[in-house]
C-alpha cells in the first residue's frame, strides 16, 4: 500500500490543472473533504498581502476611472476644458487597462494558490503585471487614435474603456499585436544579409 503524501498537485492532475488551466474542475487535485490550506504560515500571510495589494488596484482603478468620468482628474491637473476631452480619453485607455491586468492578476492568483502553484519568484510578475496592462492600454489607444490602428468608428467613453479592459487583460496578446506592427515600422529582426558571393 503506498502511503506517500502527495505533493502539492497530484501528478494525475498536473497536465490539466496548471496555473493557466481552466476552471471546469473544481478539485484542484484534491480528494473529497481535503479541506485544509496545504501552505505554511509564512506563505499564507504573504497571499494575504498579495491579495490584498490586488484588491486595492482594483478599487483604485474603478476610482480613477469615475474620476475622470466626472471631470475631477482634470481639476486637479488643472487641465483646460478644450483640452479635457482628450485627457478623459487617453486617460480611460489606461485606467481601464489597469483594471483588465488586475482582473486577470486576481484570477490568476486565485488559481495559482488553489492548485498548489503559489510560490514566491513570481511575486514581481504578480505585482508589476497591472501596470504592465495600463502602459500597453496606453500605447495601444495611441496607435488607435491615431488610426495605425484599425478598430471600427467606435469612440463612445464606454467603448474606449471596454478596449482598454480587453488589452489589459490580454496583454500577452496586445505585446504580440506591438511586435507585428514593430516588424511592419522596422521590418523583421534576423534576416540573413546576403553573402559577398551572391553579390
Not at 480613477?64 to 476644458?81: E, G, P
Request: hydrophobic share 40%; net charge neutral; with cysteine.
Amino acid at each position: 500500500m503506498n502511503t506517500q503524501t502527495p505533493g502539492p498537485i497530484d501528478t494525475l492532475h498536473e497536465s490539466t490543472l496548471g496555473p493557466d488551466a481552466g476552471s471546469l474542475d473544481p478539485t484542484d487535485g484534491r480528494e473529497i473533504n481535503d479541506w485544509k490550506s496545504r501552505y505554511p504560515q509564512e506563505a499564507k500571510s504573504q497571499i494575504r498581502h498579495e491579495a490584498w495589494y490586488i484588491f486595492v488596484i482594483f478599487a483604485a482603478s474603478l476610482v480613477l476611472i469615475l474620476l475622470t468620468w466626472q471631470d475631477v482628474l482634470a481639476q486637479i491637473l488643472s487641465v483646460s476644458q478644450e483640452n479635457n476631452s482628450i485627457l478623459q480619453r487617453y486617460a480611460y485607455y489606461c485606467f481601464a487597462g489597469l483594471l483588465g491586468a488586475t482582473v486577470y492578476s486576481m484570477k490568476y492568483l486565485y488559481r495559482v494558490v488553489a492548485r498548489g502553484w503559489w510560490h514566491e519568484d513570481r511575486k514581481l510578475w504578480r505585482y508589476m503585471s497591472p501596470f504592465i496592462g495600463l502602459a500597453l492600454s496606453f500605447i495601444i489607444g495611441c496607435l488607435i487614435e491615431s488610426k495605425f490602428v484599425p478598430l471600427g468608428t467606435k469612440s463612445s467613453a464606454a467603448a474606449i474603456i471596454g478596449v482598454g479592459f480587453l488589452v489589459g487583460y490580454f496583454a500577452d496578446q496586445a505585446i504580440g499585436k506591438l511586435h507585428d506592427i514593430a516588424d511592419v515600422i522596422f521590418g523583421p529582426t534576423g534576416t540573413k544579409r546576403p553573402s559577398a558571393q551572391h553579390k
